[in-house]
């Protein structure tokens, strides 16, 4: 039976290296998409402790003319299966989808993308938590007035992860250890 959903405990998450390998050409496609392990299993022990997930992810790639939103349907459809799977649920999945030069509002390290979840489920971000492995995820959440946590999965290491400005507010291995302080109730 699905938990109940309120929107007053929300995790955002970031997508390539915190759900996913990250790649320094970008995940383009369903077949590069890889895991990263336990990944799926800690969105669903999540979304069980009664937090409503969302993705937000910088997806350049689209604009770049390297990936279609076709695709990008797609790899979003897999990840929502695998998580299922598990026993979770995303809610929604949001991503800009600009190049880097568009200076658009929703791209991190700028708060759109969590601005727009906000009016679209009325969240208090104040009380959400934002989950990424780089500076710009913890600048969009810090600017967005949720807690941050920095995951070490992605291409940062814990001396890159020091240096971090603004800093969040956990450093965690992996989305398994970020999930394991949110539902300790260190949130």
């Not at 814990?158 to 800093?167: H, K, N, Y």
Request: net charge negative; proline share 5%; hydrophobic share 40%.
């Amino acid at each position: 039976m699905p938990v109940q959903r309120d929107f007053t405990r929300v995790v955002f998450v970031d997508r390539d290296g915190v759900i996913n390998r990250d790649r320094d050409d970008y995940v383009k496609s369903v077949a590069e998409f890889e895991f990263l392990p336990g990944t799926p299993e800690a969105l669903a022990r999540l979304y069980n402790d009664g937090w409503t997930l969302f993705i937000v992810s910088n997806q350049a790639s689209i604009a770049k003319g390297l990936m279609s939103l076709d695709e990008l349907d797609r790899i979003n459809e897999v990840i929502r299966t695998r998580v299922a799977e598990a026993g979770g649920m995303i809610e929604k999945m949001y991503y800009c989808p600009h190049h880097p030069d568009e200076k658009c509002a929703c791209r991190k390290p700028l708060p759109g993308m969590l601005h727009q979840a906000r009016q679209d489920y009325g969240i208090e971000l104040s009380r959400a938590v934002f989950v990424g492995d780089a500076e710009r995820d913890i600048m969009a959440g810090k600017a967005a007035g949720c807690k941050t946590v920095l995951v070490l999965s992605g291409k940062l290491t814990a001396l890159d992860a020091a240096e971090v400005t603004p800093a969040p507010d956990h450093i965690a291995v992996d989305l398994s250890a970020a999930a394991d302080w949110i539902t300790a109730g260190n949130v």
